[in-house]
Each structure stands twice: as structure tokens, then as C-alpha cells.
């Protein structure tokens, strides 16, 4: 089954959530305002609240921030609970189906031009990718995963958890701090680090260590005084976060065979792209020793687009033959 006209799309996160229409094929897509979704007790109230006025939609793909394996999914970050029948309901739609946040983000790579007028900036050398498995990662409220992989004439979306795997210390100079990072359901995870959380708690715990003061509460701040240069455990912090995020990323270069490339989303990375170029992500990315020749070969890349989840909710609505995902799906009172 195809998806009908108007399609409602959305990416529901931990703090926002973002919706548009499609009204038709290949008309330009329609961007609704963006929500918090503290301000809503229910995702359909806010997706009614967006639509006061305009065209109905007949049906609707939204990407969750959790994992999705059915109808109703309970959000990570948020207090929402995202049900495809509940949201069917409330608005008279024919069908909804529901996908992890990273889906849409995988398939956008499909769809996103590179530099210099495009949509895509790189992070250090040339390189020249090869066909092959693309990985997406993106920090922002948390820290979401997926790899986009070739299957014959289509393409196959494999979202992941891999922000809640742990994340350790590797450097001699890490473990200076590394016990003052304040942990996240008694762990350390790759998420309580490398989200704009976790900028928070690398500041402090960088602060503590030091027997310094001036903590910062959000993660805008902690950017803010990193890039101006206005306070130092701000600049080591936003360094810091470069390696780390290296390292991870790099981490899910080996694990999926990235041959075709690593793209880093979400909106914290095309703010301190930067940083991220001065050389610290990279070298963390490369230093994968027995695999360093495999990694030098990989190219990384910062997703500059400003929604590319909604870019590729609209591909997916658009292509949906050509992509193989997971997905839970409430069509006419029947789930699939």
C-alpha cells in the first residue's frame, strides 16, 4: 500500500517535535510550526493544534525518538506516548504508520547533495567513498543511530539503540575526569555523553576535576562560551566532544562496514562543525588500530540540512517501494 494524499509527516522528539504536509506528488512540502512537546499532553493534540485551518491529511508517517516495535510506543526523552490507532482516530486518518527517528535520517543520505551548495560538509581529507553501507549518527537530545545499506535495487534502513551501548575511557588523560561525568541510570553511556545532556556533563565534570566553579545548565550555553572562547572548560568541553564523537563514530564505521561514508546530524553538529574540523574528531575516527587502513578510507560528513528527518519522511512517503524498514502500521482499523 501507498501512503494517500495530504501525508501528514512528523518527527517527534525529546524536546520538539516537527510536522509538515505533503498535499500532493512532487508538490513542495508545506512545514507546519514546530511544537514542544512538554506544551501537549498528547501527540495528537499538538498535531491538532498545527493543523488548525489548513488541509486534512489523509494519512501520516512520524518518526519516533524510541525504539519502535509496535502500534504504541513510549517515547525515550519525552512523556509522550506516540499510538498510530489513537492518532488514526483523533484525526480520521486511513493510515498511520510510526518508525525510530533515524529511519528518516538514514534515508535522507538518498537525497542529500554535497558540498559546496549542498547539504553535506566534510570532516577532514578527501576521500572518495565507495559503494556501500552509509552510517548516520546525530546528538541532540539524545543520541540516535541508524545505517543505510544497498539490497539489490533498494535500499534498507537498520535503525539502532547504539546510543545506550557504554561508552568508556580510552586515554590516559580521561580518567582525570572521566568519574565525575554524572552517570545516567547508573551507567555511562554513549548518549550521556555525546548529546547536549551530555555537553552539560562533560563541562561539569571537566569543571570538578579542575576544582573550578561557573557549571553551566544548557547545552547552547556550554557552545556559546566554547566558541567565543569566554570560558576555558567551555573550549576543552567542545574538544573534547569532537574526540568522543570520533571515536564512536568510528566505532559504528567498523561495526557496519561503512565503506560509503559517516554522516553526523542533528543540530549541535553544523554549530560547532569547526571544531569538529580542527582535527580531533578525525584523528579519534582513525585510531581504530588493527583497522586504521580501513578507517583512513572512510569519509565523514556533517548533515548541514536543517531537517533532514523530515527530508527523508518525505522520501520514504514518496518512495516507499524503493526502501526496505521497520516500521508498525495502523491501516483502517487493522495493524500490520
Not at 305 to 330: C, K, N, W
Amino acid at each position: 500500500m501507498t501512503f494517500a494524499y495530504p501525508i501528514l509527516i512528523g518527527d517527534i522528539g525529546g524536546t520538539n517535535a516537527r510536522f509538515a504536509l505533503l498535499p500532493a506528488p512532487g508538490a513542495p512540502m508545506h512545514v507546519l510550526p514546530r511544537v514542544l512537546t512538554a506544551s501537549f499532553p498528547r501527540p495528537e493534540d499538538a498535531i491538532r493544534d498545527v493543523l488548525q485551518g489548513g488541509p486534512r491529511p489523509r494519512s501520516a508517517v512520524l518518526a519516533v525518538a524510541a525504539r519502535v516495535e509496535g502500534p504504541v510506543v513510549e517515547m525515550t526523552n519525552a512523556h509522550w506516548t506516540v499510538n498510530a490507532a489513537e492518532i488514526a482516530a483523533a484525526l480520521a486518518l486511513d493510515r498511520v504508520s510510526l518508525v525510530n527517528d533515524y529511519v528518516p535520517v538514514a534515508a535522507a543520505l538518498s537525497a542529500l547533495r554535497e558540498e559546496p551548495d549542498g547539504d553535506l560538509a566534510r570532516i577532514g581529507p578527501a576521500i572518495e567513498g565507495e559503494p556501500g553501507t552509509k552510517v548516520v549518527l546525530g546528538p541532540g537530545t539524545g543520541l540516535g543511530a541508524a545505517a543505510l545499506v544497498p539490497v539489490r535495487s533498494r535500499l534498507m534502513v537498520l535503525p539502532t539503540e547504539a546510543g545506550h551501548v557504554e561508552f568508556g575511557l580510552t586515554e590516559a588523560g580521561e580518567a582525570a575526569f572521566w568519574g565525575e561525568i554524572e552517570q545516567v541510570y547508573d551507567r555511562v553511556t554513549a548518549e550521556a555523553v555525546l548529546s547536549g545532556p551530555g555537553l552539560v556533563r562533560l563541562h561539569r565534570a571537566l569543571v570538578r576535576a579542575g576544582g573550578g566553579a561557573g557549571e553551566f545548565d544548557m547545552p547552547s550555553d556550554v557552545c556559546d562560551a566554547g566558541l567565543s572562547g569566554s570560558d576555558p572548560h567551555a573550549v576543552a568541553t567542545l574538544d573534547l566532544f569532537a574526540r568522543l564523537l570520533g571515536r564512536f563514530a568510528g566505532d559504528l564505521a567498523m561495526i557496519f562496514g561503512a565503506r560509503g561514508g559517516v554522516y553526523i546530524a542533528s543540530g549541535i553538529a553544523p554549530r560547532i562543525l569547526g571544531v569538529l574540523r580542527s582535527g580531533a574528531f578525525r584523528a579519534a575516527f582513525e585510531l581504530k588500530a588493527p583497522q586504521d587502513d580501513f578507517m583512513r578510507k572512510v569519509p565523514t560528513w556533517v548533515v548541514m540540512h536543517p531537517d533532514p528527518a523530515l527530508r527523508g519522511l518525505m522520501v520514504l512517503a514518496e518512495q516507499d517501494e524503493s526502501f526496505i524498514y521497520p516500521r508498525a502500521t495502523h491501516v483502517s482499523g487493522l495493524m500490520s
